[in-house]
T-cell receptor, first 111, second 112 residues
Framework: GENVEQHPSTLSVQEGDSAVIKCTYS??????FPWYKQELGKGPQLIID?????GEKKDQRIAVTLNKTAKHFSLHITETQPEDSAVYFC??????????FGKGTRLHILP | EAQVTQNPRYLITVTGKKLTVTCSQN?????MSWYRQDPGLGLRQIYY???????DKGDVPEGYKVSRKEKRNFPLILESPSPNQTSLYFC???????????FGDGTRLSIL
C-alpha cells in the first residue's frame, strides 16, 4: 500500500525567510497531493493541493511542486510570517481515493 | 460559515462505558470521515461514508462504529472503549471523494 514520508519533522526558520517541507510517496498510482496546516487546538486546514498532471501550483506565498518521476512533492512558503507557525501535513491519494498522510512537520517561525 | 462541528471537544471516561462523538456539517457534503491523530503516527482514517446509509472501514476501524442516517451527521460510536482508544479524533467532510476538505476542531478522548 501507499507510504508517505515527510521531512523534516521540525523546522525553524527566521521570519521573512523561506521554508521547504518535502514528502515522498511509494505508490506510482497516486494522483492527488494535498497539504494541510494544523494550528494549535484546531483541526487540519486544507491549504493547497496538486494533481499529478501539474508540476507546480502557487497561491500567494505558498507553492507546491511535484516530481512524478522521483515520486516526491514539496511545500514552499516564502516570506514567512509568525502566523505560519503550525504543523503541516502532506498526503497522497490514488484512484481509489484512499488517502495516506505524512507524519507532519512542526514549523517554528523565529522573530 | 462552512463548518464541521464535533461534540464533545473533551471527554474523560472509563473503560467499557459506551460513548458517542457527534459530527455535523453544514455544507451539504456527500463525503464524511473520521480520523484519529496520535503522536508519531499522524492521521489515520477510521471510517468513511460516501453518502447516506453508505459507510466503509478505513485503516483502523477496530473498536469503532459509525452511522449515516442523515447527510449532515456522522456520529462515531465506541461501544466498549479501551485505553488504547485514547486519542485526538477529527471528523472531516468533502463534496466528493475521500480526500478531506474540511475538518472539525477535534475531540480529545481519554479512556481510563
Amino acid at each position: 500500500g501507499e507510504n508517505v514520508e515527510q521531512h523534516p519533522s521540525t523546522l525553524s526558520v527566521q521570519e521573512g525567510d523561506s521554508a521547504v517541507i518535502k514528502c515522498t510517496y511509494s505508490d506510482s498510482a497516486s494522483n492527488y497531493f494535498p497539504w494541510y496546516k494544523q494550528e494549535l487546538g484546531k483541526g487540519p486546514q486544507l491549504i493547497i493541493d496538486i494533481r499529478s498532471n501539474v508540476g507546480e501550483k502557487k497561491d500567494q506565498r505558498i507553492a507546491v511542486t511535484l516530481n512524478k518521476t522521483a515520486k516526491h512533492f514539496s511545500l514552499h512558503i516564502t516570506e514567512t510570517q509568525p502566523e505560519d507557525s503550525a504543523v503541516y501535513f502532506c498526503a497522497a491519494s490514488s484512484e481509489d481515493d484512499k488517502i495516506i498522510f505524512g507524519k507532519g512537520t512542526r514549523l517554528h517561525i523565529l522573530p | 460559515e462552512a463548518q464541521v462541528t464535533q461534540n464533545p471537544r473533551y471527554l474523560i471516561t472509563v473503560t467499557g462505558k459506551k460513548l458517542t462523538v457527534t459530527c455535523s456539517q453544514n455544507m451539504n457534503h456527500e463525503y464524511m470521515s473520521w480520523y484519529r491523530q496520535d503522536p508519531g503516527l499522524g492521521l489515520r482514517q477510521i471510517y468513511y461514508s460516501m453518502n447516506v446509509e453508505v459507510t466503509d472501514k478505513g485503516d483502523v476501524p477496530e473498536g469503532y462504529k459509525v452511522s449515516r442516517k442523515e447527510k449532515r451527521n456522522f456520529p462515531l460510536i465506541l461501544e466498549s472503549p479501551s485505553p488504547n482508544q485514547t486519542s485526538l479524533y477529527f471528523c472531516a467532510s468533502s463534496l466528493t471523494g475521500r480526500q478531506p476538505q474540511h475538518f472539525g476542531d477535534g475531540t480529545r478522548l481519554s479512556i481510563l
